[in-house]
């Protein structure tokens, strides 16, 4: 469903991805791992169209999307749940949803108001109060359920448990499951290896802005070369 | 009694054009929230407005009120087209070069219209032009009243289209939240151009409106411009509320200074209220956080 491949990206000329590759089929959540700087969100954003790519494809539902701007991938159905949620913080919780189906998926807003609802019913509780008094973990639901309103087909998360308590990421987990579920493809980008290894049925693990390790969820959850590097074990 | 009569009937009038001021303020503040820069071709659009008005008065016989319907779409798609295919491009996204982009075209229209109509001050003659409209002892210039209530109502067209529609949602996410607005679907630089768009659009009501009682020169506009600065930052720069209060509040603070100092001393309660304004309120009234 999505292929990235040899992937070169950066800012101001200076490549941060150096030649990465990746995929993701449908239905599938993904883990996309790697300590801080690695490039994950450069990876993101270059795959979500805000930053040009420098050489390499990227491919959804086998045509080239790296030349689209961020709207006309959001049309196609990738849909990026950026790092810092980046919600709108002079808006109601209800108008951030709404915006959400502003390009895709407007003519289903209703219904699928009320299913980002029944997933998350704190957000509910408060449609009418302004996104920018929402606390961390209820501005995270916000940002996930801004990007379900579009119907997306395959939705990026960058970092969706940072910032938040352990019991809330635990619950912020177990939602991502849920909507998985669903049928939903998910490209879960995470620092947080003990638990997207749980979630993910395959995972990457990237250094340097590029791919070091690859394989399915157990199989990494075993590799001591993992376990040394971001458990200290 | 009659000291009375007079203070009413300038309060009236202050009211009237403080209406108009807010429309030109409410383009400026728009602007200022969604792109954060100044557009120093708010004068000369207004100007250019004018006497867009003049023309079509004078040349093609159309009725400054009915002018609106036709000014009104044309000002929105040339402020688009301005904003996208000049602006934004000549900028390369930066805020500094916008300001400059903007002063150039302020001056590229002053002088063209000074090259097209010379510096003469022209008006237009409308049949209702000194009607006025009696409420006890007070004599209202209907074209003013019109004015008035007209202004409220873009004012209100405007608030509804920022909270109502799409488009306006989409307007007040990019003023505050770009990426998040593009990781929605939402073309920041369609959006840019729409405001830009919209501010033009106030411009050329405001123009329609102003043309039955005032007059036109190639260097109109920085008179009103100067006063809409003022609104804003008393207002609070980006407050479609502030803009409409502060324009009332201004209006009848130069009508009755004019009163009570003489009308050269006009202008001088309303640099007054910036300098206080600015000293003691630097957000304005209805300011939000920088
Ligand atoms: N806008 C930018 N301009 C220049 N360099 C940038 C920019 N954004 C990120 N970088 C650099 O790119 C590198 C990768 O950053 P990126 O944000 O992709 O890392 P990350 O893997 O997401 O890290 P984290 O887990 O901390 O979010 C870093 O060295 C960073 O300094
Ligand atoms: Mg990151």
Redesign the pocket.
Known sequence: MLEVRDLVA???G?P?LRGLSIDVQPGEIVAVL??????????N?AISGLIRTTSGAIRFDGAPISGLSAPDIVAAGLIHVP?GRKIFPNMSVRENLELGSYRRGRVNRAANLERVFGIFPRLRERTGQFAGTLSGGEQQMLAIGRGLMAEPRLIIM??PSLGLSPLLVEEMFALISRIAAEGLAVML?E?NVVQSLELAARAYV?EN?AVVMAGSADDLKRDPRLMKTYLGM | MLKFDIFLSALANGLMTGAVYALIALGLTLVYGVLHIINFAHGATLTAAMFAVFVAHSVFKIDPYLAIVMLTPLFFGLGYAVQRFVINPASHGNDSNILLVTLGLSIIIENALLAGFRSDTRSIDVPYGFSVIEIGNLFLSTPKVVAFFASFVVAGLLWLLLARTDTGKAIRAVAREKTGAALSGINVDHIYAVTFGLGAACLAIAACLLMPTFLVNPRIGNAFVLVAFTIVVLGGMGSIAGALVGGLIIGVVESLSGLYFGESLGQIGIFLIFILVLLFRPTGLFGAKA
Do not use: P, S
């Open positions: 950066g800012y101001g200076v941060i790697g300590a801080n700087g690695v490039g994950k969100t450069t990876l954003r790092e960058d970092e980008v620092q990237l802005g």
